[in-house]
């Protein structure tokens, strides 16, 4: 069924970098059925509306001023935004329909699990809302199974049983859990338990497809009593497009172009997570003696000296050469479809993963915090798609990153993971094509939208 194009919908994405790229390929695969799309986004990290001609744009004021977002602070600013972004949402929405007479033909908003609040805006103007899961089914599902282990004594959680498996949750163990290592869980697990509520929302879209988690999606549709619709990898789903808060090198691509296929390990922690300058080290030393060409991003907005590269010594450089390429942000998605990248050192946010896997890169998986983690078991324990790092970058772990980085790239073990990556990626692309899940998914999301 296609939209007419009085359809309009109004997305809410949660800003931050990869919270807002699903979104806005949600809005462009939508567009593409025939919906009118308003972007509503707070001032912090807003998008850039001249790559999204097609779009509205509507900023909310979100009455936060010069935020510097770590994992240390992420959960109360998360929270912020669900109090000071509601009336002015509110009001934004109240006026457009009164500016443009177009309340009725406003079909749906679609939020971001964590920008809750969109609920109440949803309600208080009589619009059916759905919700945006950017995360893993994997890791909702621990979501879901929170007040069964406070129930059942295991929350909070105890330093002993960290490496003890989560009941019903296997291959996780507590220590895989989002919350295990937060500074602020009780911070965390309350702004989870929102996050995981429906509330009077109609669906919920996940960016995943069956064939990444199955047996997950199955068992959580057994908790939730709307529908759910698993659309992804969204961003095989739509044209290649930059929506990033940090500007893309493309040096990279022309170093790529000169590299062997399959060689090079590609070594990125994503918009949020990051080295600190001792880890920094280690890495390069390992990655050095790898012996692998790399290309690593080391983000200079982390804090870190941004010379910190450059004050290696000269020993560095000299077994290093032209072999090594390190950027501030990498067009990510160019790079992993790359024919000469052959692994990468992630640290497992969804949509890293997504993407891994998209393309048939194996990883090796080394998460730092939330759904990182589920992520990381998920890919080495049951895709067997990655080899999980859990050693700390610590002084002495040179030689294991070289190894690591062996493994995958050279070892007979790599040559069975890359295998099972090539394989994952097969059935990805059947996914999306027609009659596949994700395709079929889309289909009912749509039909689904129209008529509520
Ligand atoms: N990304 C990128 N260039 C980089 C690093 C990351 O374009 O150098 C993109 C990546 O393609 C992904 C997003 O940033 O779409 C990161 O999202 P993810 O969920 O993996 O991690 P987060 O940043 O949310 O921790």
Redesign the pocket.
């Known amino acids: 069924m296609e939209a007419q194009r009085q359809n309009r919908l109004i997305l809410v994405p949660c800003p931050?970098?990869?919270?807002i790229?699903p979104m806005l390929q949600l809005g462009t695969i939508l567009h593409s059925k025939g919906f009118v799309i308003t972007v509503a986004h707070t001032k912090f990290n807003s998008p850039n509306p001249s790559q999204y001609p097609d779009f509205n744009f509507l900023e909310i004021p979100d009455g936060l001023s010069d935020l510097n977002v770590s994992s240390k602070n992420f959960v109360s600013v998360l929270s912020d935004f669900n109090i000071t972004c509601k009336i002015p949402l509110q009001e934004a929405l109240t006026q457009m329909v009164k500016t443009d007479g177009h309340l009725e033909k406003i079909n749906s908003i679609i939020y971001d699990e964590y920008m809750y609040f969109c609920n109440d805006v949803a309600n208080h103007l009589q619009i059916p809302s759905i919700i945006l899961s950017?995360?893993s089914a994997a890791n909702m599902l621990t979501y879901q199974a929170i007040p069964r282990l406070v129930k059942d004594g295991y929350i909070p959680l105890k330093e002993t049983m960290l490496l003890d498996p989560v009941p019903e949750l296997q291959p996780l163990r507590f220590k895989d859990l989002p919350f295990s290592n937060f500074t602020d869980s009780d911070g965390l697990l309350q702004l989870i338990s929102e996050a995981h509520k429906t509330r009077t929302s109609s669906a919920i879209i996940w960016n995943t497809a069956k064939c990444l988690e199955q047996t997950q999606l199955a068992q959580l549709g057994q908790g939730y009593h709307i529908p759910f619709f698993p659309i992804g990898p969204m961003?095989k789903m739509v044209p290649p497009s930059c929506n990033?808060v940090?500007e893309?090198d493309h040096k990279c691509i022309s170093w790529l172009d000169k590299q062997t296929d399959k060689s090079v390990i590609y070594v990125?922690?994503?918009?949020?997570?990051f080295m600190d300058e001792k880890e920094i080290v280690e890495m390069a030393w390992g990655l050095a003696n790898s012996k692998q060409p790399f290309l690593w991003?080391v983000?200079t907005d982390s804090g870190i000296d941004e010379d910190v590269i450059k004050k290696l010594p000269e020993s560095f450089e000299e077994t290093v050469g032209e072999r090594g390429c390190t950027?501030?942000?990498?067009?990510?998605?160019e790079?992993?479809a790359h024919r000469a990248v052959g692994g990468f050192w992630?640290?497992?946010?969804?949509?890293?993963?997504i993407?891994s896997v998209s393309e048939g890169v194996p990883m090796i998986c080394q998460s730092y915090f939330g759904d990182?983690k589920v992520n990381a078991r998920h890919l080495s324990q049951v895709l067997g798609v990655g080899i999980q790092w859990e050693n700390k970058l610590e002084r002495g772990e040179v030689v294991q990153v070289e190894i690591v980085i062996r493994r995958l790239m050279v070892d007979e073990e790599g040559k069975v993971i890359r295998h099972k990556a090539k394989e994952l990626k097969e059935k990805i692309e059947l996914s999306i094509r027609q009659g596949g899940s994700s395709s079929s998914s889309l289909n009912d999301l749509v039909n689904h939208i129209l008529l509520s």
């Open positions: 931050f970098q990869g919270h790229t950017t995360s961003h990033n940090l893309e990125s922690l994503g918009s949020i997570a991003v983000r950027v501030n942000w990498a067009p990510q998605k790079v992993l992630s640290h497992c946010g969804w949509n890293s993963t993407e990182q």
